[in-house]
C-alpha cells in the first residue's frame, strides 16, 4: 500500500512538471525595445558614409534587427540628420534617431612665396584636403594680407566653412630682390663708376692695400707704391627694404 502510494506521488509530479518544460522549450525570449536606440556620429571626408544603429551597447544589422521608416543611415555632407527606425526579429517599437557628420578640420594650407619686383603682387593661397584641392568661397575663406609689394613677411587666415572647420594661420614671403644691373668700372682717371644700383642703396670701397685709399670712388695712391702693383678693391652696394646686398671685386694696376 505504502508503495503505491509512492508510485502515485511521482506521477503527478510528472505530469505536473510536463507542460511546464513544454513551455520552456517553445517559448521566445522577450523582444528588446528599440527606444534606447543612438546612432553614431561621422565625420566628414568627401565621400557617402553610413551611420550605425546602437542599442543596449550592440550594433544593430539593418533588415534583420531593425529597418528604416523614414530618412538615410547615409550622408555625405557635413551636418544634422535624422532617421526613424522599427524594430524586428529581437527587436521591437519604433524611434527616431539623430547624427551627425561633423566638418572636416584636417586640411592643410599653403601661400606661394614671391620676389619683390617693384609691384603689387597676389599670392597663390592652396587648401587641401588629402588630394582635393579646396575651393574658396565654397570650402574655406580667407582673411589677412594677400596682396603687398614691399619685401617682408605676411600673415594670412583660412577658416573651413559648410563641411570644413577650424582656422590655420600661414605665412608666405616677398622677398629681396637681388641687384641684378649693377656695373663697376674704373675710367682712366682713377674713378671708380658704379651704376645701376637701385633703391639708392649705399655704395662703400675697400681696398686691400692700405696705402691705396679709395673714397667716393676715388682711388688715391700712396707714396712707396710701385706702378704696375695690383690691387683687389671691393665694391660693396648694401642691403636696402627690397633688395639684397651686393658685392663685387676688381682688380686696379697702379700706373
Given at each position: 500500500?505504502?508503495?503505491?502510494?509512492?508510485?502515485?506521488?511521482?506521477?503527478?509530479?510528472?505530469?505536473?512538471?510536463?507542460?511546464?518544460?513544454?513551455?520552456?522549450?517553445?517559448?521566445?525570449?522577450?523582444?528588446?525595445?528599440?527606444?534606447?536606440?543612438?546612432?553614431?556620429?561621422?565625420?566628414?571626408?568627401?565621400?557617402?558614409?553610413?551611420?550605425?544603429?546602437?542599442?543596449?551597447?550592440?550594433?544593430?544589422?539593418?533588415?534583420?534587427?531593425?529597418?528604416?521608416?523614414?530618412?538615410?543611415?547615409?550622408?555625405?555632407?557635413?551636418?544634422?540628420?535624422?532617421?526613424?527606425?522599427?524594430?524586428?526579429?529581437?527587436?521591437?517599437?519604433?524611434?527616431?534617431?539623430?547624427?551627425?557628420?561633423?566638418?572636416?578640420?584636417?586640411?592643410?594650407?599653403?601661400?606661394?612665396?614671391?620676389?619683390?619686383?617693384?609691384?603689387?603682387?597676389?599670392?597663390?593661397?592652396?587648401?587641401?584636403?588629402?588630394?582635393?584641392?579646396?575651393?574658396?568661397?565654397?570650402?574655406?575663406?580667407?582673411?589677412?594680407?594677400?596682396?603687398?609689394?614691399?619685401?617682408?613677411?605676411?600673415?594670412?587666415?583660412?577658416?573651413?566653412?559648410?563641411n570644413y572647420k577650424g582656422t590655420k594661420t600661414?605665412?608666405?614671403?616677398?622677398?629681396?630682390?637681388a641687384q641684378k644691373s649693377v656695373k663697376v668700372?674704373?675710367?682712366?682717371?682713377?674713378?671708380?663708376?658704379?651704376?645701376?644700383?637701385?633703391?639708392?642703396?649705399?655704395?662703400?670701397?675697400?681696398?686691400?692695400?692700405?696705402?691705396v685709399k679709395v673714397k667716393n670712388g676715388k682711388?688715391?695712391?700712396?707714396?712707396?707704391?710701385?706702378?704696375?702693383?695690383?690691387?683687389?678693391?671691393?665694391?660693396?652696394?648694401?642691403?636696402?627694404?627690397?633688395?639684397?646686398?651686393?658685392?663685387?671685386?676688381?682688380?686696379?694696376?697702379?700706373?
Amino acid at each position: 500500500m505504502k508503495n503505491l502510494k509512492k508510485l502515485l506521488a511521482i506521477v503527478v509530479c510528472i505530469a505536473m512538471m510536463v507542460p511546464t518544460v513544454a513551455f520552456a522549450a517553445t517559448s521566445s525570449p522577450a523582444k528588446v525595445n528599440v527606444k534606447s536606440a543612438t546612432a553614431k556620429s561621422l565625420t566628414y571626408n568627401a565621400k557617402s558614409q553610413t551611420t550605425t544603429i546602437v542599442v543596449n551597447g550592440k550594433t544593430l544589422t539593418l533588415n534583420k534587427d531593425f529597418k528604416v521608416v523614414s530618412g538615410s543611415l547615409k550622408a555625405t555632407k557635413a551636418g544634422t540628420y535624422t532617421v526613424k527606425i522599427k524594430g524586428i526579429g529581437n527587436y521591437s517599437g519604433d524611434t527616431t534617431v539623430k547624427y551627425t557628420v561633423n566638418a572636416q578640420q584636417s586640411y592643410k594650407a599653403t601661400a606661394a612665396a614671391k620676389t619683390y619686383n617693384a609691384k603689387n603682387q597676389t599670392t597663390k593661397v592652396t587648401v587641401k584636403y588629402g588630394n582635393t584641392v579646396l575651393k574658396r568661397g565654397t570650402d574655406y575663406k580667407i582673411t589677412g594680407v594677400t596682396k603687398a609689394k614691399n619685401a617682408g613677411k605676411y600673415k594670412i587666415t583660412v577658416k573651413g566653412i559648410n563641411n570644413y572647420k577650424g582656422t590655420k594661420t600661414i605665412y608666405y614671403t616677398i622677398n629681396k630682390a637681388a641687384q641684378k644691373s649693377v656695373k663697376v668700372k674704373v675710367n682712366a682717371s682713377k674713378k671708380i663708376t658704379v651704376s645701376g644700383v637701385k633703391a639708392k642703396a649705399k655704395v662703400t670701397y675697400k681696398s686691400a692695400n692700405k696705402k691705396v685709399k679709395v673714397k667716393n670712388g676715388k682711388i688715391t695712391v700712396g707714396k712707396g707704391v710701385k706702378k704696375g702693383t695690383k690691387v683687389r678693391i671691393t665694391v660693396k652696394v648694401a642691403a636696402t627694404k627690397n633688395y639684397k646686398a651686393y658685392s663685387k671685386s676688381i682688380i686696379y694696376k697702379v700706373k
